[in-house]
């Protein structure tokens, strides 16, 4: 394991994206949503090749059960050790797990239960993973450039998700699920010397005792810190509402939709590809500027805007008009999943960072895919517009319950470097967050 450094103090440290030290965490972040991209494109076509389409269901769905039972526990662990630590032990058992599968599937043919196994396992690790990763940048850049960090990792999962599928497509192709495992592991693999590499800073005010409780006291205690938050609560809660009511339209409605229309696979494509895009311009809007003005408001009015969107694309007929509508909405979504992970982020106490990322990643992994069996039968039932004009309407509710809290109207991100400015907007009298750290110069 490399020493741990402490990064520049703020007044020294370049912006994020130009500071090396994020850009690495980036590189090795970037690689392993890759190699995850690649991973479920070799587990679906294995699966598919070794049973019919029930199994197939039955092996993509196998990972999400530990994510959702796991996941609040691997916050706790993100919070109780070292996150780094946590990301490179869970990246170093993806990249031996995924390159043992492909060391079998060489051997042999792909079986049912060797597919079922490895999607149970990995989606363990990934219960590990995930909290992880929200817990590490207030430990490598300054809470200032936290938004920007939000902002490429945002980008940074857009890219993946466009640039995965191609090439795990490319590596079936080219040599079967062997080659396709072994490409996700070599990316896997590619992000650890990368993220050895990175230095990170200790945090200045620890948020919990020397003496820890038990790992029970730990989630309880972080659950109590997120319903008490005055803006974290907020939007916590928001953010599960408006998932539970897009994720099912935006995943499963959007086929349906397709289908209902006959638009054909091309026209899937393209509105799939417009709504990738507008989010990815979103993101990297964040990225590049670093910092938005009045961050609550404009967040809960672009969820609104893109809520709203969701709900009247049931309702067009022609495809292009579907597309670009889809575009609109993309941008919505990115704007706000980019300005809700930057006041996640500059809110919360350090300490509390994994089980934060824990509890919101619950919701989209373990509550919002609940929906996906219920919106394939309304639409079965009812057709794809009232389906699409009620999940978009649900999601307008997140969207108005978040507008009523003063405290997200008036959440504001940090803009002067190393400044500890509270998320509160002006004039509440509120003192700084402990999150809003100035980090030690290294001595």
């Known amino acids: ?38 991973y479920f494109v070799a587990l679906g ?9 029930t199994e197939v269901g039955l092996v993509m769905a196998a990972g999400a059960l530990p994510r959702a039972v796991l996941m609040l526990g691997g916050g706790v662990i993100a919070d109780r050790l070292d996150p780094r630590r946590v990301i490179l032990g869970s990246d170093a058992l993806r990249c031996l797990l995924i390159l043992a599968v492909a060391a079998v599937i060489a051997l042999t043919a792909p ?16 219960a590990l993973f995930v909290p992880a990763v929200g817990a590490l940048p207030p430990r490598i ?8 960090v939000t902002g490429l990792r945002s980008l940074a999962m857009r890219l993946s998700q466009i640039a995965g599928a191609p090439i795990g497509g490319l590596a079936m192709g080219l040599g079967g699920p062997a080659v396709a495992f072994t490409v ?3 990316l896997f693999a590619l992000s650890l010397p990368l993220l050895l590499s990175i230095r990170i800073a200790p945090l200045d005010h620890p948020s919990e005792p020397v003496e820890r409780g038990t790992a029970r006291t730990d989630l309880l205690d972080g659950l109590r810190y997120i319903r008490r938050h005055p803006l974290l609560g907020p939007l916590v809660l928001a953010g599960a509402v408006c998932e539970l009511g897009l994720i099912g339209t935006l995943n499963v409605g959007m086929v349906l939709l397709n289908a209902e229309r006959g638009w054909g696979p091309s026209g899937y494509g393209l509105i799939v590809a417009c709504f990738g895009a507008g989010a990815a311009a979103s993101a990297a809007l964040l990225a590049v500027a670093g910092w938005l003005p009045r961050a609550g408001l404009t967040m809960v009015l672009t969820l ?7 709900a009247v694309l049931g309702l067009v007929p022609a495809l292009g008009a579907a597309a670009l509508l889809a575009a609109l909405v993309g941008l919505s979504a990115g704007v706000f999943g980019s300005l809700n992970g930057a006041l996640l982020q500059t809110t919360a106490d350090p300490g509390y960072l994994g089980r934060v990322t824990s509890v919101m990643m619950l919701t989209m992994v373990g509550l919002a895919p609940l929906s996906y069996p219920v919106v394939g039968a309304a639409i079965g039932t009812w057709g794809a517009a009232p389906v699409f004009l009620g999940c978009g309407t649900l999601s307008c509710l997140g969207a ?5 809290s003063r405290a997200v109207r008036r959440a504001e991100l940090p803009r002067r470097r190393g400044a500890s400015q509270p998320p509160y907007g002006r004039g509440q009298g509120r003192p700084s967050m402990p999150s809003m750290l100035v980090l030690k110069r290294r001595r």
């Open 45 to 53: 076509w294995s699966a598919q090749r070794a049973a019919g389409p």
């Open 304 to 310: 609104l805007l893109g809520s709203v969107g969701a």
């Open 184 to 186: 996700a592991g070599a």
């Open 1 to 38: 394991m490399a020493t741990v450094e402490t990064p520049p103090a703020p007044a020294l440290r370049p912006a994020a994206h130009r500071d090396a030290n994020v850009l690495r965490w980036l590189a090795a972040y970037t690689a392993s949503l890759v190699g995850d991209s690649v």
């Open 400 to 404: 108005l319950y978040a507008l009523a």
């Open 111 to 126: 079986a049912l239960w060797l597919l079922v196994a490895v999607a149970l396992v990995f989606g363990a690790v990934d």
């Open 141 to 148: 850049t300054g809470p200032d450039q936290l938004a920007r």
